[in-house]
């Protein structure tokens, strides 16, 4: 078997071991469990899992692989089972086996989630182990899942990035540079037609599945009974939908966050945030969402990913949330969080390379697409100029096409040094793209530059459009009152509408509406999603947080 992913001597505090003291803690939790050689205490795909410490004994944790299995650690007295799906309730990536009789302490899941909310110092030291021991297995490559595609297929980018965004880990074998991977496909029976592959646990295939697919075969999304109301549910996982949740649990509320996508949202595509406070080095937005899910989930937020809200029932309370797959769900409150999205370049084939070629964020995925070549960024704001200077790591020449002539309307002042001192950036003012050009991948990009007129092809595989976003909030049409360019009317705003016949619903109580609420009464809008946001992630977290006090006064006029 191969190397463990740690121990309590080369990771002390992945692998801690408990003092007495903070077991006497953790014993009224649980119950005591004699153990044998032998005994299986969790295998991969059960779910609520219950959480060991080990008072005696020992176990090992293995994991099935493609030929086999490989170990990934060894317990010890004193130390405890578990990593993230402890918490967030998905299914189990392990083998848990006892390697030497004795005695452990057994928590269920719903135990183990009140233990870490109420005590501080067991939360934290629970809690950074299992993100360590997650992050190890993504460092690794070390999960339940295989997948096999090809780096030019845009599925299979799409299906990499969302277990990536997710922090799932998984083994990724390109179909195009492995050559033996053939013998796999064969002893799957699985067709060119049906890459993307990902096998699970070594064992079930699923054929270029959709994410919701993907997401239903993990176990990443709760179930609900139809009856069930809810105190808030909140649509959108980026930082706004995020803190919404952790402030939402960690007052003691019961709320759902549905993602159509993957928790993060714009923030969890941006490769780093540089003026989030508390963060002098910067954060990755995808570690910055990883965190912040995992805190929700602790403090008992539920989830539903890959699952697409598609229209709101308000006319009576509890309010409505119709989800893609025909489910309505009940709530008191609503909390709008579904942001923004990325302006397309008004080109006619520019989807057809979505993924191949054509790009609109910048992670450490997209640079690994384009290690040692040329690209080309459009756009003139901070999305843009971050990505042009982090894509200058990694490839060749990096291209701007900005349409204005200047940057400073648009851009920090910082991010504008940074790209004039960078020797690998290069700067096109008053230019536009006229043209894509390409096979199944994007091979040729033509810009027209505005000072010369002149138009010039350019042998240039890789475009990342980074040029604003628009409201996600077609799915809100006629039912609250958007601005005329489909942003959320809230609080103040709305009582400035009122005062012009705009075909907007009116507000419908004697009481003002309170600063984040829209139109309907108890739902509120936070974000980038909101007429007269500031598109920050400061700023969007901030609203999710007062979002929650608003809730609370909400639920008490009911
Ligand atoms: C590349 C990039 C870099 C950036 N860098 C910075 C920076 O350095 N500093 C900074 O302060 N800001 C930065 N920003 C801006 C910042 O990311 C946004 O202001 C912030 O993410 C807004 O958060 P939000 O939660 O309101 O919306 P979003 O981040 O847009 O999240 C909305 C979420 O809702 C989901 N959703 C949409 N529709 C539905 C639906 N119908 N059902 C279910 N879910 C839905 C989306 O999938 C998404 O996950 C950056 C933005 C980008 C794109």
Redesign the pocket.
Known sequence: MANLIGSRETLPQAFPTLTKEQIDRIRPSGRIRPVQIGDILFQPGDTEVPFFVLLSGRMEIVQPTLDGQRMIALHETGEFTGEMTMISGQRCLVIGRVTESGEFLELGADDLRALVAKDAELSEILMRAFILRRVELIRQGWGNVVVLGSQHSARTLEIREFLSRNGHPHTYIDLDRDQTSQELLDRFAVTPSEIPVVIFYGRDVLRSPSIRDLAACLGFNVTSAPSQVRDLII????????AAAVYAASEGLDALV?????????????S?????LGFPTGVS?QELAVRAAAQALKFGAQMMIA????GLKCGRRPYLVAVDGGEELAARTIVI??????KKLALPNQERFEGNGVYY??TYMESQLCMGEELAVVGGG??AG??ATFLAQTASRVHMLVRSGELSETMSRYLIQRLQENPKVELHFLTEITGLDGGTHLERITWREGRTGGQSEHAIRHLFV?TG?SP?TE?LRGCLALDNKGFILTGRDLEIAGAVDDGNPRWPLARAPEILETSIPGVFA????RAG?V??????VGE?AISIYLVHRALAEL
């Open positions: 649509a959108g996982a980026g930082p706004a939908g995020l549905i993602e159509t996508s993957s928790p993060g949202g714009q923030a969890g595509s941006s780093r945030i540089e003026n989030y937005g699952r697409t809200v598609l969080a579904t942001g923004a999205q990325y964020g910048a901070n999305s971050q990505a980074m976003a996600r799915w936070v974000g980038d999603v946001n598109k920050r992630v400061a700023s969007a999710g």
